[in-house]
């Protein structure tokens, strides 16, 4: 029952801007949070953001801290990427994860996360 549903994906040129969406079902996410995470072709999964359940504790990839702003719209059961000046090594797959049965052991742990969305494709090129 629990899903959660990633768009907002697309192709832009580098300097651009995006918008991803984290829709979130069978469960709230008042009480998880959500990671961000991308895979690029040929590389490992990494950690983007990560919002807290209460939206108090945000973190970012040291690769996007000050471009990136990740929130979280509780009533609509939703988190946001915000993905500003966009560049080609942005390019990847973006998912986003919770966890239900408890919290890792570090926010961009990828097993610490039990819960994926199927991920939007994002391009950055001119």
């Known amino acids: 029952q629990v899903r959660l549903v990633e768009s907002g994906g697309g192709l832009v040129q580098p300097g651009g801007t995006l918008r991803l969406s984290c829709a979130a079902s069978?469960?709230?996410?008042?009480?998880?949070?959500i990671g961000w995470f991308r895979q690029a072709p040929g590389k490992e999964r990494e950690g983007v953001s990560y919002?807290?359940?209460?939206?108090?504790?945000?973190y970012y990839a040291s690769s996007v801290k000050g471009r990136f702003t990740v929130s979280k719209d509780n009533d609509r059961n939703t988190a946001y990427l915000q993905m500003n000046d966009l560049r080609p090594e942005d390019t990847g797959i973006y998912y986003c994860?919770?966890?239900?049965?408890?919290?890792?052991?570090?926010?961009?742990?990828?097993?610490?996360?039990?819960?994926w969305g199927h991920g939007t494709q994002v391009t950055v090129s001119s």
């Open positions: 994860a919770t966890d239900l049965s408890g919290y890792g052991a570090s926010w961009s742990w990828v097993p610490g996360y039990d819960t």
């Open positions: 069978g469960v709230s996410l008042k009480s998880y949070g």
């Open positions: 919002i807290s359940e209460d939206d108090v504790n945000t």
